[in-house]
């Protein structure tokens, strides 16, 4: 008989409650109970002290016999002496039963300690399987491999699904290399990829290894539990695939539209070019029109090409800023005067006003808000027919916030949801055929780049509002307002004009610079004004007059002659297509004169008495300033000069005649090969080292990156002064700019080369 069994017998004669035998037989194995009783601990009389012994019974055996000694000392009624005969009988039976209960706790000492450590290990050990099997159904049902290996990795314990999948029924005592898994190594500790082929294919599983101690013998042990990923691999696989193959179209596309802006750029660099040559010769005015009239379709296509190149990179992830510190008012100003001569073609008005605390330098990128400026300015011009545009910037918190006003026939709903959109438009049919539809979706992309918003709200028959919102970072935003505020706080001025956005940006740019002004649009008000301002109710230092209102100021100088006596400075405000070809100050009764759209600087010059006219401006090519000067004289070059790469005859001829002009020599030759001959490869009499090396990117016999590079290494190999090379190109990518200025190139322009850049780019590296 086992040493279970005789257990069990000592505890049946012990209690009699079957219930208790019941409980704790099926709580494990003979085994399971065998090696647990080897495990016990010395017994303790701390063990035979059982719970259900409750402390009543001797306190109420005592209490009763002391009453019935009490009662039956002193004489009582027949009442208090049955009671006391109940009190003595329950101190009785409670002696009794302490008496019982002290008899059978010693009797049964050996079998109830070692009765309850048992009951205690086997509950451990059945709460322990069943945990582990309640794991092993979750695991089946989920489809993972659940596993116990030893430290020497014999399979200890093993789910249903990892027996099903290796086809092993009895996997116990194997190890997995005997099974035949495969553990490819992951980056995670304890983590691995195991393949296991089956019936329906390769299933693939994500492993992991946790090694913990068993809590009845103290071993360690190795549990690894492995999900089926086959399904998410496949899906990752086909997600990388498809990511190479839209990489690989990205760069296809990339290519494409290089290489097409590139032969695009080439014939277009020629007739802007050749443009530029003849508006320096003389030119009748029909001639003129037409010149500007080409050369404004020209810089269109040009705008065309970035706008294309510039979507292209967004969509590629490799647009990049590129902040400076620059001055924001000049940069709105240029904007706002090139657009000017499309406004005034259309008779309308353009004006453009920056407030006082809007600091004069802060960190943004030039060319990407000029971008985003000319497009959104250009739009509201472009579809304003009747009023005009205005321009106000201003400081809201911490941000720059520039709004674009514009009269024009406004947008429904539906066109302000889509108008952001790539190749979408508003407005009618005839207006959507003359762009692409790209200006403002790369506008709102460039914005948002910059940290910033650019949002739009508008009303059928109202107009629309574009707002433009970015961090004003790198200015003072406190100094700001206190420098500017002053300046023209002695003016005083009182301007003629038609209601508009011209009067509005000049009555704005005076008031937030610290002078007051009044705009009027008829001969009576400016007759009331003028009448307050001589009796010393309202002073007045200036008054500006529009040439639109010049018959209004003789006749306001005729009903009040008193205004003559006054010493007012008088400054006639004219635009660029009314200009006459004397200077505007010799004309009778003004002393002084503006072109409008205003520029501030050129405001306050007036208004301060420091300057009476500005110089003629060209509205076309205010931002893309052209040699409209003759060159000052110099002295002709060395006859080594500047040697030109350049494979199309008109570039080259264009490149030849503006540095010619400037006063240099020119060499040109067509290829790379040509280029290498010139300086290294023809006879010794024929080698000239130029001065200065102007190349194109992209022509034949050769590559600009070797070229470049041989340059450089034979300069270093004979110790000879580096001779400046400028790189000319179509590719405009940031990417190919950078590799260009770390081969060895002093500078990249982009084509059409603008001849003033070109010239002063020259001067510069000559210099050095």
């Given at each position: ?19 208790q ?13 065998h ?5 016990l ?19 109420l ?11 039956f000392?002193t ?24 008496l ?61 699904v ?42 693939i599983?994500d ?22 990923i ?7 696989r086909?997600?990388?695939e ?40 003389r030119?009748?005015?029909e001639?003129?029109?037409?010149l ?6 020209g ?32 940069l ?13 073609e ?54 720059v916030?520039?709004?674009?006003d ?6 429904s ?10 190749f ?31 949002v ?14 970015f ?16 300046i023209?706080?002695?003016?005083r ?29 008829s001969v009576?008000?400016a ?20 040439h ?25 405000l ?5 200009r006459?070809?004397?200077p ?35 509205a ?6 052209m ?5 000052a ?7 080594s ?30 290829d ?6 010139a ?19 992209n022509?034949?016999g ?30 405009t ?25 070109l ?6 590296l000559?210099?050095?």
């Amino acid at each position: 008989m086992s040493e279970l069994s005789k257990l069990q017998q000592r505890i049946n004669a012990e209690f009699s409650a079957p219930e208790q035998v019941r409980t704790l037989g099926r709580r494990g194995t003979d085994a399971d109970y065998h090696d647990d009783l080897h495990s016990l601990e010395p017994e303790d009389d701390s063990v035979l002290r059982e719970e259900r012994y409750p402390a009543l019974r001797p306190a109420l055996a005592g209490a009763g016999l002391l009453c019935s000694a009490a009662v039956f000392g002193t004489g009582m009624d027949a009442g208090l002496y049955f009671l006391s005969g109940c009190l003595a009988v329950g101190g009785v039976t409670g002696a009794a039963l302490l008496l019982r209960d002290w008899h059978r706790a010693s009797s049964r000492k050996p079998g109830a300690a070692r009765q309850a450590a048992v009951e205690k290990v086997g509950d451990r050990q059945w709460e322990r399987n069943e945990t582990s099997q309640l794991l092993s159904t979750i695991h089946d049902a989920l489809g993972d491999i659940a596993i116990v290996r030893e430290p020497g990795g014999k399979i200890v314990q093993a789910n249903t699904v990892f027996r099903q999948l290796t086809g092993c029924a009895k996997p116990e005592g194997m190890t997995c290399e005997g099974i035949g898994l495969n553990f490819e190594p992951e980056p995670a500790p304890r983590h691995f990829r195991v393949r296991i082929p089956t019936g329906d294919g390769l299933r693939i599983f994500d492993w992991h290894d946790v090694i913990a101690r068993e809590p009845a013998s103290g071993q360690f042990m190795l549990h690894s539990i492995a999900r089926d990923i086959t399904e998410e691999s496949r899906i990752a696989r086909e997600s990388e695939e498809a990511r190479r193959r839209a990489e690989s179209a990205s760069q296809a596309k990339s290519r494409l539209l290089a290489t097409v802006s590139h032969e695009i750029r080439t014939p277009l660099s020629g007739i802007l070019g050749m443009s530029h040559l003849i508006s320096q010769t003389r030119l009748t005015g029909e001639q003129k029109n037409y010149l500007a009239g080409m050369r404004q379709s020209g810089h269109a296509l040009v705008q065309l090409v970035d706008d294309l190149l510039d979507f292209s990179s967004i969509e590629a992830g490799r647009f990049q800023l590129r902040p400076s510190r620059e001055p924001l008012r000049e940069l709105i100003e240029s904007v706002v005067e090139m657009l000017s001569h499309r406004a005034h073609e259309k008779g309308i008005e353009i004006g453009a006003t920056i407030s006082a605390d809007v600091p004069g330098l802060l960190d943004f990128d030039a060319a990407r808000l000029r971008q985003v400026l000319f497009n959104v300015i250009g739009n509201a011009v472009k579809f304003t027919h009747t009023g005009g545009v205005f321009v106000d910037a201003g400081i809201q918190g911490q941000n720059v916030v520039i709004r674009i006003d514009d009269t024009g026939p406004g947008m429904s709903m539906d066109e302000q949801a889509r108008v952001f959109d790539e190749f979408e438009q508003a407005g009618a049919a005839k207006q959507r055929s003359a762009g692409t539809g790209l200006g403002l979706a790369i506008s709102r992309r460039i914005i948002e780049a910059f940290g910033g918003k650019l949002v739009l709200s508008s009303k059928p028959g109202e107009g629309s509002r574009f707002e433009i919102g970015f961090p004003a970072v790198g200015g003072d935003l406190s100094a700001a307002p206190r420098i500017r505020r002053g300046i023209l706080a002695e003016s005083r001025v009182l301007v003629m004009a038609p209601a508009g956005p011209a009067s509005k940006a000049i009555e704005a740019t005076i008031t937030t610079l610290g002078g007051l002004c009044c705009c009027v649009t008829s001969v009576e008000e400016a007759q009331a004004f003028a009448v307050r301002a001589i009796s010393g109710a309202a002073p007045l230092t200036d008054i500006i007059v529009d040439h639109r209102h010049a018959a209004h100021f003789l006749r306001l100088l005729s009903a009040l002659p008193q205004l003559e006596d006054m010493q007012l400075r008088k400054t006639y405000l004219v635009n660029p297509e009314e200009r006459s070809g004397r200077p505007i100050n010799q004309m009778d009764g003004y002393d002084a004169w503006l072109i409008r759209p205003l520029r501030e600087k050129s405001l306050v010059e007036v208004l301060k008495g420091r300057m009476k006219g500005m110089e003629v401006r060209d509205a076309i090519n205010d931002n893309r300033p052209m040699l409209r000067d003759v060159p000052a004289h110099l002295e002709p070059a060395a006859a080594s000069g500047i040697l030109l790469a350049e494979d199309d005859p008109i570039n080259a001829f264009l490149v030849r005649s503006v540095l010619e002009k400037a006063g240099h020599t020119v060499r040109v030759v067509g290829d790379f090969g040509a280029l290498g001959a010139a300086l290294y490869d023809a006879p010794v009499a024929n080698l000239v080292k130029p001065e200065l090396i102007v190349t194109d990117l992209n022509m034949p016999g050769g590559d600009a990156f070797a070229m470049i590079r041989r340059i450089r290494d034979q300069e270093r190999q004979s110790g000879g002064k580096p001779v400046p090379i400028i790189v000319v190109t179509s590719d405009t990518r940031p990417d190919i700019c950078r590799q260009l200025l770390d081969t060895g190139a002093d500078s990249v322009l982009p084509k059409p080369a603008d001849p003033k850049t070109l010239t002063a780019v020259v001067e510069e590296l000559l210099e050095r």
